[in-house]
């Protein structure tokens, strides 16, 4: 829904000629609502004045595209090379040919930027270009290892605060291992690392001690408190990795790392228990394998954990008593996430009962009931099987779960079943990419087998 002041924006940048003589007499609060105008019409000639006049303290694409008040559509995830080419040139000419050097008011500039080539030629002019770029934060995602390499390079990693190496890019053990000794990360204080990056079964002396090198240098990182490893193996290795670390961790995100009792109970007994505020354990058999040592590591942490997931962790109705118990300290949890779990309608009930006494809890993401799925359907649920269920006994079990929340006076919670998990607007964005880059490594694949049969005849 476009409200007046957004119809009237662009009406204004939809004839180029007239806003740019135009711009001089506009208000400075209106550059933001006529710059989100303007890239939606693809005005590239009314987009570079804007910037090269930008009165502002900052310009951040992130915000100035995303959901406004005057329009709630999100334009962050359209990708116009026309726009960015703009918003660069307008940069430039705002720092090289602005009148006057006591009218300059922009301070911070923030670029999302899906663009290798124009990202790298930004960086190398970084040197010797007035208006500089200073990396905080960086995301890696669908890039080729080589590239990835001589792109971090140019970010000045002194100073980068967040990494995310995430989705495509093909960054195993002895990568990472080359990355930390060629480059130092002496302010990271996140860290998100692509699936498989670790996989201890096929493990030799050599990777032994290429790990141990690993959380030795990660150990160097005195700011590093969040962690993000998903779907590495670990099993028997997780102390080898966070035990040198000098900080203690605020999160922790291990799911599916195929972590054992000796990797719980390290977690439990160690320096980062007492400072977890976000745990994720998902696809392990916590309950089943070792309940007493995650109850310790839940007590340790209950004084600040904000936000736990336990999705596809094989909760079931036999459980549920147990994890009421376990949960109880958690009294400031904030965010509790349990999907793909086989727990019945009457479990979700008495579970939510509990839910309901935990005074900060604003998030819950519920599992559908498996009484609403076939007799007969296994755990985990394959994505093809995932909507085959009894929509209308769904929506009447939600319902009465939402009772118990609004009989306890709860509204303030919501509670809902994202069959997919949780929205990531980053992995929305990339979604055609990722497709692109699976069929392409599918075509590779089906290409060797073929060559290699053809050998064999």
Known sequence: MKSL???????????????????????????PLLFKASYLLEQREVIHDLVQNW?????????????????????????????LESCLTG?????????????????????????????????????YCPLKICCVSFRSDNLALQKFFYIIKLTDPSLLRKLEIVHNVRLE????????????????MSLTLPARTFNV?????????????????MGEMTQLTELSMPFSILTGRIQKLLSPLKTPLKMLDVPNCSLNHADMAYLANSFHANH???????????????????????????SVLRSLTLEDCNIQDTHVNMLILGLSPCQKLQEFKFLGNPLSSQALKHLFTFLCELPMLKNVEFPVPRDC???????????????????????????????????????????????FGSYDAAVQETKNELGAYLIKSFKETLEKFTTSLNKMS
Do not use: W
């Open 5 to 31: 002041r957004f119809i009237s924006a662009e009406a204004f940048v939809s004839n180029a000629e007239f806003a740019r003589k135009s711009l001089g007499g506009v208000a400075h609060n209106l550059f």
């Open 55 to 83: 009165p502002l303290v900052d310009f951040n694409m992130g915000k100035l595209l995303g959901t406004t008040v005057d329009y709630q559509e999100d334009l962050s995830c359209r990708t116009c090379s026309v726009c």
């Open 91 to 127: 940069l430039r000419d705002y720092v090289l040919n602005h009148p006057s050097p006591y009218v300059k008011r922009l301070k911070v500039v923030d670029l999302t930027e899906r663009n290798y080539e124009l990202v790298m030629q930004a960086l190398l002019k970084k040197c």
């Open 173 to 188: 053990m002895e990568h990472l291992e080359i990355l930390f000794n060629s480059i130092h990360f002496p302010l990271l």
């Open 201 to 217: 079964q096929r493990f030799t002396a050599t990777d032994e001690r290429v790990l141990t090198n690993i959380g030795e240098k």
């Open 276 to 302: 977890l505020e976000a745990l994720d354990l998902s696809g392990h058999k916590i309950l089943d394998l070792y309940p007493s040592i995650f109850f310790k590591l839940l007590s340790h942490s209950s």
């Open 373 to 419: 799925y076939p007799i007969g359907i296994t755990y985990p649920i394959d994505d093809a099987s995932l909507c085959r269920f009894d929509h209308q006994k769904y929506e009447s079990v939600a319902e009465d779960l939402n009772l118990i929340l609004l009989q306890a006076n709860r509204e303030d919670v919501k509670a809902s079943t994202p069959l």
